[in-house]
């Protein structure tokens, strides 16, 4: 069955900290998708990334780099010189079979403190 | 830059009440969703939707609850007796495509309608 899960439920880092969240996934499709979304405290969905399975090379946007290793099912999500707006929750997904939803992991709440 | 828009932002209601919540979906998109999210939990898919039809829903998804798109613009989420476990945050998305190809099925979100069932 398709499955997200992001074993850590919170961090606390310190601004200017480096930190990594964990996603792991299951999938029974041979191409997939694998997304990012953030969810600041006012609430909204902001997609942040997606990758597809082909594709393995590490992917870097500003201080937001992404390492995706099919060998261990991971798609793990690095923010550099964390700063306080990054503070919210952190949810990597994959779609479902047939394509017609996707999947949440539990989310992880970063929480950047000054 | 075109955005999904939802309506109310802030629903609170009694229990056995009927709730719609409404969403604008961005108007080139043919696939519609709604998704909720329990206070501190995670998103869960309710259904997806398209050509006029529910194309998955989940389990949660029962009688109680429906999909219209009564004209070219609106996609309405309709419970019809709300119970007090219906209290969340519903968010509606669109998307372009369905994401069975390569650079495609980015889901748009709302900003939510949060429901409270007193």
């Known amino acids: 069955a398709q499955k997200v899960t992001q074993a850590q439920t919170e961090i606390s880092v310190v601004e200017k900290e480096d930190v990594t969240l964990d996603c792991v996934y299951e999938?029974?499709?041979?191409?997939?998708?694998l997304f990012w979304y953030k969810q600041p405290p006012s609430g909204e969905l902001v997609f942040l990334i997606r990758r597809n399975s082909f594709d393995e090379q590490n992917e870097i946007s500003g201080r937001y780099s992404w390492n995706f290793q099919k060998s261990t099912s991971s798609f793990n999500f690095t923010i550099t010189a964390s700063q306080v707006v990054d503070s919210a929750v952190y949810f990597c997904a994959l779609p479902g079979r047939g394509y017609n939803k996707l999947i949440f992991g539990a989310g992880t709440r970063l929480a950047v403190h000054p | 830059e075109p955005e999904v828009t939802q309506t109310p932002s802030h629903q609170v209601t009694q229990m056995g009440q009927e709730v719609i919540l409404r969403c604008v979906p961005i108007?080139?998109?043919?696939?519609f969703y709604w998704y909720r999210q329990i206070l501190g939990q995670k998103v869960e898919f309710l259904v997806s939707f398209y050509n006029n039809e529910i194309s998955e829903k989940s389990e949660i998804f029962d009688d109680q609850f429906s999909v219209e798109r009564p004209d070219g613009s609106n996609f309405t989420l309709k419970i019809r007796s709300t119970k007090l476990e219906d209290s969340a945050m519903y968010f509606c998305?669109?998307?372009?495509?369905?994401?069975?190809?390569?650079?495609?099925?980015?889901?748009?979100f709302g900003e939510g309608s949060r429901l409270t069932v007193l």
């Open positions: 999938t029974r499709d041979t191409t997939y998708y």
């Open positions: 108007s080139n998109h043919l696939y």
């Open positions: 998305a669109s998307s372009r495509d369905r994401g069975a190809t390569p650079n495609t099925g980015e889901l748009f």
